[in-house]
């Protein structure tokens, strides 16, 4: 029943962030920034400041995001072809999360553990389905705490990210790729989307706890 109520929980929880975050987009999705960039092009702007970056940005069908490992700005075409506030925001996430990773010890941190974390991630898996076909708690039990450290980690480092938005929106206007009365709207933009990560964390985990509600 505890299971079950954590499950429903996290459930409304993540249904009222996508509500919010939809009704963010939608207002700010709306509205053009005063410099009339592409969400492609602020990137090209923000890397062509750092002479040392040499990342590639591309076009992705997904959601908008960086690639530690292949060192690759990935945009969703919103994000690539709009010259919206919130499409200018998400991409100079993006941007700057690639520039911070040679000079923060962080994203280096984080880049030497992302494979293990993926490795935690699949046996995690394992472990739940194992517990699943074999009807054995135990397997469930490691799945869910190998889950867990990846979990905290994440949430770590979504709490890097949004601790270093006001100095990324400060930068943009410091700049000029950004007007200063964008900034409180830009940083807005770029809050909501660090939310987003929340969401697609708080999905696995109700993936990990429907597999062991039969259990209870």
Partial sequence: MIILIIYCLLFFISLIINIYIS???KGYKNKKNKKEFTGCELSHEILDLY???NSYILLTKGDSL???LRDTIKLDEYSFDESSLYAIAVSALKSYEAI???NSSVYKNRDKLSKLVFYMVVLSYIMIIMGTLLNEFTFSVIGIALITVVTL???Y???????NIPKIVKNLSSNGLIDKDEKTDIKKCMEVESLRSLTRL???INTLLDALIPYE
């Fill in 23 to 25: 009704i963010v987009e």
């Fill in 51 to 53: 002479s040392n970056n």
């Fill in 66 to 68: 960086y690639n530690s």
């Fill in 100 to 102: 911070d990773k040679k």
């Fill in 153 to 155: 980690y994440d949430l």
């Fill in 157 to 163: 480092l979504i709490n890097v990210y949004k601790n």
């Fill in 202 to 204: 708080i999905s696995v």
